[in-house]
């Protein structure tokens, strides 16, 4: 992709261009718990998005898509992001360096990937971190990688409308080769953890749907949970988010939550537990209770807070039912994308053909398989 990147940029704008790589990342466990201030277990992947740039002269930021085969210009005093589309993810990252008071000019920029659209590998997060690290190396910014982060969570939550958490531009940043990260959400702090799986890897398995309503109920969600600590708040004065609440508060908050919402502040009080434990069992290599703690996540992913769909249940249900396969769970936003599996290496092509045949059976679709691994964050090649 590198070379795709300059082959492209000197086409286009004849001009040599400064590259820059930022992976997508996967959620070993720990969903919709970011936003809550809670724990996650991420690691940024091999696969993502890289970003080549140079300044320009010429009045006019000047933009490229290989993934879209698509070109876009715009001014920096003239911006009108577009709701979907993916250079408001650029317009959106220079409206926040300009307001921050970082000095940008205008610049070539081409851009392009080998994450999956609609995985659930945080191609957003990816791209808007691309981007920001490509202007930051561009223009001697030296933007703390940090702040990197923040500005892409921001540029997803004010210019693509999804009022996301800090995990997957964080991930994207930090990640380190060969390893995941405990993250904790409300310090903005994290671990290194070595992921050692000997005889068994992580794969994703892609639905390859993706239902309409996964934003929008995303947000729905999220308001859920906040709504919860406002009427907890009142029991528990010094409450700032559900993190803080633990599994032996369940039963007291059970009590005190509309049946509307219990389910969905037990998924995140329950999913922070998972977290930590899952963290602790990948420390002394116990793969066998990883596994569970996987499967169990997906359960409270799919009844308590209601963000998976018939086709990823199916293929949880296939899955986990399999030889070789120790656990599985939905990965991502939900109502869509994929699940993440732990399997033996010796049964993965087993599985994989029992998985497609008993999926184009029941809904006509072939899934699509992708093997992941822990990787670097973002940096300049």
Request: proline content about 4%.
């Amino acid at each position: 992709m590198n070379s795709k990147i300059i082959a492209c940029f000197s086409q286009l704008f004849a001009a040599d261009p400064l590259v820059v790589f930022a992976p997508g990342r996967i959620n070993l466990i720990g969903e919709h718990t970011d936003y809550q201030e809670g724990f996650v277990f991420p690691a940024a992947v091999k696969q993502g998005i890289w970003a080549g740039i140079t300044k320009n002269e010429l009045g006019l930021c000047r933009l490229y898509s290989l993934d879209f085969d698509q070109e876009f210009s715009f001014e920096l005093d003239s911006m009108s992001p577009k709701k979907g589309h993916w250079a408001t993810y650029v317009m959106g990252i220079c409206t926040l360096f300009k307001q921050a008071g970082y000095r940008i000019k205008e610049f070539d920029l081409v851009i392009g990937g080998n994450l999956p659209l609609g995985a659930g590998l945080s191609s957003s997060a990816a791209l808007s971190v691309a981007v920001g690290l490509g202007i930051s190396e561009a223009f001697d910014l030296h933007i703390p990688k940090k702040d990197l982060a923040r500005y892409a969570q921001k540029a997803e939550q004010l210019f693509a409308g999804v009022n996301c958490g800090i995990m997957d531009p964080y991930s994207s940043v930090f990640g380190q080769e060969g390893k995941a990260m405990l993250l904790d959400c409300r310090s903005q702090s994290h671990d290194y953890l070595p992921v050692k799986l000997g005889e068994y890897k992580l794969v994703l398995v892609h639905s390859k749907v993706s239902h309409s309503l996964a934003a929008s109920a995303y947000n729905q969600r999220r308001s859920a949970c906040e709504e919860s600590v406002s009427l907890l708040q009142t029991t528990y004065p010094e409450l700032l988010s559900l993190r803080d609440l633990s599994l032996t508060d369940l039963p007291k908050v059970k009590y005190l939550l509309p049946a509307g919402l219990f389910p969905k502040a037990k998924h995140v009080i329950s999913e922070c537990s998972r977290v930590l434990e899952a963290a602790k069992a990948l420390s002394r290599n116990d793969l066998v209770h990883l596994g569970q703690l996987l499967k169990a996540s997906h359960q409270s992913l799919s009844q308590d807070f209601e963000v998976s769909c018939v086709e990823l249940d199916f293929l949880a249900q296939e899955v986990i039912g399999m030889e070789g396969v120790l656990g599985a769970r939905m990965m991502g936003g939900g109502f869509g994308g994929c699940l993440l599996g732990l399997v033996k290496e010796s049964a993965w092509v087993s599985i994989q053909e029992k998985i497609t045949a008993a999926y184009q059976k029941k809904y006509l679709l072939t899934p699509d398989f992708i093997e992941v691994a822990p990787g670097g964050g973002a940096q300049k090649i």
